[in-house]
T-cell receptor
């Protein structure tokens, strides 16, 4: 089983709607997760970190971690065209390394 | 605030030529430093990481090497480039126990 799995997309969401991005992981990885946003041709940008079970909200973004189901998600409320990007799920491995999923391409439809 | 620099931004090199990519971090001390490669249509691959001067861990055996001559400087090198070395090279840093990694702007390398 691959350690981090994401649907490659593209996921198309109308402007103003909620975009839901999902990630599943093997039980070997840590219980700390990061979400990165990567615009085409640019480097990844950290947008959310979640270290414990439950929800964490930051502005329009909410990260959800369900350890029992080995599932982490990112919700983007009031989606904007500027949210169109690839979103990378990244769990922490060991004490100092992150592994990255291949990402989900999100397209916000104006 | 912290800033991470990478150069050059783009590079076109022939097969068999040497490579040197540089990364520097400002505004922090003793950062953990990382080199990643992102090949076209593929995910981020960790190549090397360093927790201190002269301390390098290699994740993928290949024709690349890394060095950390100063606290906030990280260099990626190759003696002879292969076509398969083409990709987007990213340097990242993290501080202390936060584990959050922050990326530089990257170097896009094309080996011809």
């Amino acid at each position: 089983q691959k350690e981090v799995e994401q649907n490659s997309g593209p996921l198309s969401v109308p402007e103003g709607a909620i975009a839901s991005l999902n990630c599943t992981y093997s039980d070997r990885v840590s219980q700390s997760f990061f979400w990165y946003r990567q615009y085409s041709g640019k480097s990844p940008e950290l947008i959310m970190s979640i270290y414990s079970n439950g929800d964490k909200e930051d502005g329009r973004f909410t990260a959800q971690l369900n350890k029992a189901s080995q599932y982490v998600s990112l919700l983007i409320r009031d989606s904007q065209p500027s949210d169109s990007a690839t979103y990378l799920c990244a769990p922490l491995i060991g004490d100092d390394k992150i592994i990255f999923g291949k990402g989900t391409r999100l397209h916000i439809l104006p | 605030s912290q800033t991470i620099h990478q150069w050059p931004a783009t590079l076109v090199q022939p097969v068999g030529s040497p490579l040197s990519l540089e990364c520097t971090v400002e505004g922090t001390s003793n950062p953990n430093l990382y080199w990643y490669r992102q090949a076209a249509g593929r995910g981020l691959q960790l190549l090397f990481y360093s927790v201190g001067i002269g301390q390098i861990s290699s994740e993928v055996p290949q024709n690349l090497s890394a060095s950390r001559p100063q606290d906030r400087q990280f260099i990626l090198s190759s003696k002879k480039l292969l076509l398969s070395d083409s990709g987007f090279y990213l340097c990242a840093w993290s501080a202390g126990l936060s584990y959050e990694q922050y990326f530089g702007p990257g170097t896009r390398l094309t080996v011809t």
